[in-house]
């Protein structure tokens, strides 16, 4: 089975950073993209950022500037790394994987998710 395991979550006050990892694990192949989502309370899940193995990324508005979105391709590993974190980037942060191939087939894998609280 593949696992997403987030790491990196915390309280941190405006203005801070902080840097969120997301190791795959299991049976794989490959995976394209991976990326992070995030879902404030009684909010719809949103996405954040996205990068392909190949290294294009994109990003919501709303980050642009301020958070990095990387990866190491032999770890299965993804990285967000947020900085002048606001109020309302407060949220779960999830890490996803909407392509992994493995000897089974294709899987879209979401991590258990990580709180990132930013206090004002």
């Known amino acids: 089975q593949v696992q997403l395991v987030e790491s990196g979550g915390g309280l941190v006050q405006a203005g801070g950073s902080l840097r969120l990892s997301c190791a795959a694990s299991?049976?794989?192949?490959?995976?394209?993209?991976m990326g992070w989502y995030r879902q404030a309370p009684g909010k719809q899940r949103d996405l954040v950022a996205t990068?392909?193995?190949?290294?294009?990324?994109n990003y919501a508005d709303s980050v642009k500037g301020r958070f990095t979105i990387s990866r190491d391709n032999a770890k299965n590993t993804v990285y967000l790394q947020m900085n002048s974190l606001k109020p309302e980037d407060t949220a779960v942060y999830y890490c996803?994987?909407?392509?992994?191939?493995?000897?089974?087939?294709?899987?879209?894998?979401w991590g258990q998710g990580t709180l990132v609280t930013v206090s004002s």
């Open positions: 990068i392909t193995s190949g290294g294009n990324t």
């Open positions: 299991g049976s794989i192949f490959s995976i394209n993209t």
């Open positions: 996803n994987a909407p392509l992994v191939v493995t000897p089974k087939g294709f899987l879209e894998v």
